[in-house]
């Protein structure tokens, strides 16, 4: 029978989980010799998850009996170990290499580097997402506000990808960026104009920007006192644009192969647009405008023009 590259790997990771117990029975000598030469053993996912993972566990400081010495040089190959990974394959290895370097300041500005390093050309938006998110679980914002940025540069949402995975990171951004200062939000706003082309993902962002001042609002949620950013200026002004625009180009490319049922989902679209537009100061002109434009693009479509010239005149 043949067996599935499932499979396939899950014997593999029991066969290295088995060497590293058997270096576990040798002693301290034995586990330091596997992570010395790990890139002839292991893959480099492997030697993080699961070798270094396991060196660095207390139930092997407690089986080993080791003193603090030998838990320190243990744990410094351990590291070595990680680091290499992380610079053979960042993709998969840097995350773990930040976490196993987290109590060892040079370790981790490594790892960190290294993340840098590896974020234009060897890793995916999600990834960056990920270990951004990271970073500021571990008490770094403005690292991890940088990671997000470089994230960014590597997503592209396109009108109709209202349900995108992304776009729970996309709002992560955003909130972290308005929390850490006018700046910060002021410098990602042009990323995600240039990478989110979804009117809803975009409305929804304009939305919570305006509901508090950029800095004033922590990350544990505590509101102070402040001045709202105006609509009319850079960058909300920019953000504002883009999801109008967005909204007209989405209801341009949905009228081209609408069918009747979904004529009053549109409806409601039109109305969640109409909600942004008038966000500006000329929205209710602009609205109008859009919605004659629409009556005499589309005046073909007799049954769905009548219906929004009764919701919308």
């Known amino acids: 029978m043949r067996m599935t590259l499932s499979t396939l790997n899950w014997r593999r990771r029991e066969m290295v989980r088995w060497l590293v117990t058997c270096a576990t029975e040798v002693g301290v000598y034995a586990l330091d010799s596997i992570m010395q030469n790990w890139f002839t053993l292991f893959t480099p996912t492997e030697a993080t998850s699961i070798v270094a993972t396991t060196v660095m566990s207390n139930s092997t400081i407690v089986r080993l009996h080791l003193d603090c010495h030998q838990q320190e040089k243990l744990a410094g190959s351990a590291?070595?170990?990680?680091?290499?990974?992380?610079?053979?394959?960042p993709q998969n290895c840097a995350l773990s290499a930040l976490t196993l370097c987290e109590k060892d300041h040079i370790a981790f500005e490594t790892a960190y580097q290294i993340v840098l390093d590896a974020a234009t050309t060897g890793m995916s938006y999600s990834q960056l997402f990920t270990i951004a998110r990271y970073m500021e679980h571990r008490g770094y914002p403005m690292r991890a506000y940088k990671l997000a940025t470089l994230a960014m540069t590597h997503l592209n949402l396109s009108y109709n990808q209202d349900t995108?995975?992304?776009?729970?990171?996309?709002?992560?951004a955003c909130a972290l960026s308005h929390s850490?200062?006018?700046?910060?939000?002021?410098?990602?706003?042009?990323?995600?104009?240039?990478?989110?082309?979804?009117?809803?993902?975009?409305?929804?962002?304009?939305?919570?920007?305006?509901l508090t001042t950029p800095g004033?609002?922590?990350?544990?949620?505590?509101?102070?006192?402040?001045?709202?950013?105006?609509?009319?200026?850079?960058?909300l002004r920019q953000l504002l644009d883009a999801t109008i625009g967005a909204y007209i180009n989405t209801t341009h490319s949905r009228l081209t192969h609408i069918s009747p049922r979904h004529y009053s989902e549109f409806i409601e679209f039109l109305s969640k647009a109409r909600?942004?537009?008038l966000m500006a100061h000329d929205g209710h002109i602009q609205f109008t405008q859009f919605i004659d434009n629409l009556k005499q693009i589309y005046k073909g479509k007799k049954k769905l023009m009548m219906l929004v010239r009764e919701r919308f005149g």
Not at 79 to 89: E, H, S
Not at 164 to 172: E, K, R, S, T
Not at 216 to 235: C, E, T
């Open 164 to 172: 995108h995975p992304a776009i729970n990171d996309v709002l992560w």
């Open 79 to 89: 590291r070595t170990l990680a680091l290499q990974c992380a610079m053979k394959d």
């Open 180 to 210: 850490l200062g006018k700046n910060e939000l002021a410098a990602i706003i042009p990323l995600v104009v240039k990478s989110v082309k979804c009117a809803t993902v975009l409305s929804d962002i304009l939305r919570r920007c305006t």
């Open 275 to 277: 909600e942004t537009f």
């Open 216 to 235: 004033m609002v922590g990350l544990h949620g505590r509101r102070n006192s402040g001045k709202l950013m105006s609509l009319d200026k850079a960058p």
